[in-house]
């Protein structure tokens, strides 16, 4: 796995700087860490950001009730609109101003191929990134615990007690459900 890797490398070097030094002269390697750097901005910014909010009561208060209500999905619209920024798809490698010459040349040029390389990994990364966000996120929005934050009137705290009891009583449902 990833920890043999890892110790071969150990194994192979005098230290970690020499480790560090291979890893910064490596071409594939700086690629990675620009996209990763690109990619995962937006996320970075928005747990920056939450860990700011996240000092005071009436900052958690906001949070989760922000949160109840979907605003984390404004984090993976930012992750998206990664592809739509010139600046930021250039850091990643991806050429945004094509000269003429470039623009000519045929699908299996080797610069073509490179930069469809770039861009559908970065596609991929990204798509990735927002699956997992997406699925660490919603709870936020429709899970029990979480929907406390929804307490704060009386309208919200009714709906949220149904919807409470109607997942209590699923979930004694499924625990005495002879299930496969």
Known sequence: GGGDVVASMRSSTRNVVHIATILMCSARQLFVQRLIEVVFRPVRDWQSWQAKTLRSADGCRKFFTGMAQGSWVRSLYETWETLLKPSRLHVAGVEVQLTSNQLALSADDAFVVEQDEI????????????????????????????????????????????????CVQAWEYALEADLP
Request: with cysteine; charged share 25%; aromatic share 12%.
């Open 119 to 166: 861009a559908c990994t970065m596609v991929r990364l990204i798509l990735q990134l927002i699956r997992y966000r997406c699925k660490s996120c919603v709870l936020y929005t429709f899970a029990c615990p979480l929907n406390f934050g929804a307490f704060l009137d009386e309208r919200s705290r009714d709906i949220a007690l149904a919807d409470f009891a109607e």
